[in-house]
């Protein structure tokens, strides 16, 4: 006898929405405006306004402090007011193209060390639409566990298989590139590598040098996410690549203008012929608008000063070096980070958290991320912070005298009984 069908009344498609509004979504009543979409107002520097006050910012990417400087704002505002917010109009392929994009590319490609470079208008649309354009359903991803999300859509979108290595995990690294040479040996595909250059929440390095020297054993493509490399680390900036020497085993190379270069965009490099592959098939830009004139002039500029002004990365290290050997020897922990991105250790729970992040804004008046549960596992806080050429020693000693302060506090049990007393109230 065939099992009895059950009919369902069809809901409501947003009564799901309503009463579960997701893993982020149910703290919205208590952080919103707060601990989630914060206002930082003024203008992005080092100390910038939060709920009225002055506070030491530590959440703002802008690494080489190109945000304001002058000569940026000069170039940014003269093209909005010639060019306007809207030239060119269309996809690139279509209406869209303008020789300052090309010329952008060029110059972005040889600053990587790449025969050529493709814009993409969001690092995180492009780097979706890149993966999924690079690999078809009988090829392999193998791609790091802690990869940012951008990357994890892409997988996403894969129709053939994938494998997830253990974070920075060499050895998981290579069993599962031999899992994924075994199954590339049966669907006739290759196999896409992903890594990050740098890792944003822990600020580890992906291990390069040693999955390029993998490409001895296993036959594949490597595709790096230097978001937080990019201008940061390596000869003028150049990124992760170069600073582990091994630039021209990446085979696509990406880095957004989001953060070292402080605008919006982002660009993929590689061999000519890839490159050209991604202009011709890559979704995100083949059916949306152009990035606009001052977002490029903008970013021709700002590649400008990071080739021309190396004063401003040795700034952002001289910063990076006081802050964390600062907090080291305060006793801090700052777990493995090898580049900018300082994360402080710390233990507690989610309230406890939250009355910690309110002293430290209220009452030191230092601003940074807070990043707890489900994110990292239970029971464990990172404050991160991301220094900046803006910010000065002053900041530093500031910050690290305010840190000393709230570890105490969240030692001896202050914070527990704060947030005990707002939850019982
Ligand atoms: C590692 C990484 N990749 C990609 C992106 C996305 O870049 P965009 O802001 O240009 O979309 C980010 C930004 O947060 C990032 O940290």
């Given at each position: 006898m065939r099992p009895k069908q059950v009919i369902y009344m069809v809901k409501d498609l947003f009564d799901r929405i309503k009463s579960d509004k997701g893993p982020l979504g149910k703290w919205a009543d208590k952080a919103e405006g707060y601990y989630v979409f914060p206002k930082l107002e003024?203008?992005?520097?080092n100390r910038m306004k939060f709920n009225g006050k002055s506070v030491i910012t530590w959440s703002i990417n802008d690494y080489l402090g190109l945000a304001n400087h002058p000569e940026v704002l000069k170039v940014d505002g003269e093209s909005a007011a010639v060019?306007?917010?809207?030239?060119?109009?269309?996809?690139r392929m279509m209406s869209g193209h303008t020789k300052y994009h090309e010329q952008l590319e060029r110059e972005c490609a040889e600053f990587v060390g790449k025969e050529a470079s493709y814009l993409v208008n969001f690092g995180y649309q492009g780097m979706v639409s890149a993966i999924d354009a690079l690999v078809s359903k009988d090829d392999i991803i193998v791609y790091d566990m802690d990869t940012h999300a951008c990357i994890i859509d892409g997988v996403r979108l894969h129709a053939g298989k994938r494998f997830v290595y253990r974070h920075n995990d060499i050895e998981s690294c290579e069993k599962n590139l031999k899992r994924a040479t075994k199954m590339a040996e049966k669907t006739g595909g290759g196999i896409l590598l992903v890594s990050e250059g740098v890792f944003g929440m822990r600020g580890e390095q992906g291990k390069l040098r040693e999955i390029v020297a993998l490409k001895e054993k296993y036959n594949f493509r490597l595709l790096v996410d230097d978001a937080h490399g990019f201008g940061t680390l390596g000869e003028g900036g150049r990124g992760t690549g170069f600073e582990q020497g091994v630039q021209d085993g990446i085979d696509v190379y990406f880095a957004t203008f989001a953060k070292s270069m402080a605008g919006i965009g982002a660009f993929f490099a590689g061999d000519k012929d890839v490159v050209q592959y991604l202009q011709y098939n890559m979704r995100s830009q083949m059916f949306a608008k152009s990035l606009p004139m001052p977002m490029v002039k903008g970013a021709l500029k700002r590649l400008d000063m990071i080739r021309t002004m190396p004063e401003l990365k040795e700034k952002l290290w001289d910063i990076t070096n006081a802050l964390q050997s600062g907090l080291r020897a305060a006793g801090f922990d700052l777990g493995t980070t090898e580049t900018c991105i300082t994360p402080v250790y710390l233990k507690g729970d989610i309230p406890e958290a939250m009355a910690m992040v309110h002293d430290l804004r209220e009452n030191h008046g230092v601003f940074c991320s807070i990043v707890v549960y489900p994110v990292i596992p239970k029971g464990m806080i990172i404050l991160r912070l991301i220094p900046t050429a803006r910010h000065t020693i002053e900041d530093v000693n500031e910050t690290i005298e305010a840190f000393t302060a709230i570890r105490e506090k969240l030692e001896n049990g202050t914070y527990k009984k704060i947030a005990e007393a707002i939850m019982t109230a």
């Amino acid at each position: 006898m065939r099992p009895k069908q059950v009919i369902y009344m069809v809901k409501d498609l947003f009564d799901r929405i309503k009463s579960d509004k997701g893993p982020l979504g149910k703290w919205a009543d208590k952080a919103e405006g707060y601990y989630v979409f914060p206002k930082l107002e003024g203008p992005i520097s080092n100390r910038m306004k939060f709920n009225g006050k002055s506070v030491i910012t530590w959440s703002i990417n802008d690494y080489l402090g190109l945000a304001n400087h002058p000569e940026v704002l000069k170039v940014d505002g003269e093209s909005a007011a010639v060019d306007g917010m809207a030239y060119p109009m269309g996809a690139r392929m279509m209406s869209g193209h303008t020789k300052y994009h090309e010329q952008l590319e060029r110059e972005c490609a040889e600053f990587v060390g790449k025969e050529a470079s493709y814009l993409v208008n969001f690092g995180y649309q492009g780097m979706v639409s890149a993966i999924d354009a690079l690999v078809s359903k009988d090829d392999i991803i193998v791609y790091d566990m802690d990869t940012h999300a951008c990357i994890i859509d892409g997988v996403r979108l894969h129709a053939g298989k994938r494998f997830v290595y253990r974070h920075n995990d060499i050895e998981s690294c290579e069993k599962n590139l031999k899992r994924a040479t075994k199954m590339a040996e049966k669907t006739g595909g290759g196999i896409l590598l992903v890594s990050e250059g740098v890792f944003g929440m822990r600020g580890e390095q992906g291990k390069l040098r040693e999955i390029v020297a993998l490409k001895e054993k296993y036959n594949f493509r490597l595709l790096v996410d230097d978001a937080h490399g990019f201008g940061t680390l390596g000869e003028g900036g150049r990124g992760t690549g170069f600073e582990q020497g091994v630039q021209d085993g990446i085979d696509v190379y990406f880095a957004t203008f989001a953060k070292s270069m402080a605008g919006i965009g982002a660009f993929f490099a590689g061999d000519k012929d890839v490159v050209q592959y991604l202009q011709y098939n890559m979704r995100s830009q083949m059916f949306a608008k152009s990035l606009p004139m001052p977002m490029v002039k903008g970013a021709l500029k700002r590649l400008d000063m990071i080739r021309t002004m190396p004063e401003l990365k040795e700034k952002l290290w001289d910063i990076t070096n006081a802050l964390q050997s600062g907090l080291r020897a305060a006793g801090f922990d700052l777990g493995t980070t090898e580049t900018c991105i300082t994360p402080v250790y710390l233990k507690g729970d989610i309230p406890e958290a939250m009355a910690m992040v309110h002293d430290l804004r209220e009452n030191h008046g230092v601003f940074c991320s807070i990043v707890v549960y489900p994110v990292i596992p239970k029971g464990m806080i990172i404050l991160r912070l991301i220094p900046t050429a803006r910010h000065t020693i002053e900041d530093v000693n500031e910050t690290i005298e305010a840190f000393t302060a709230i570890r105490e506090k969240l030692e001896n049990g202050t914070y527990k009984k704060i947030a005990e007393a707002i939850m019982t109230a």
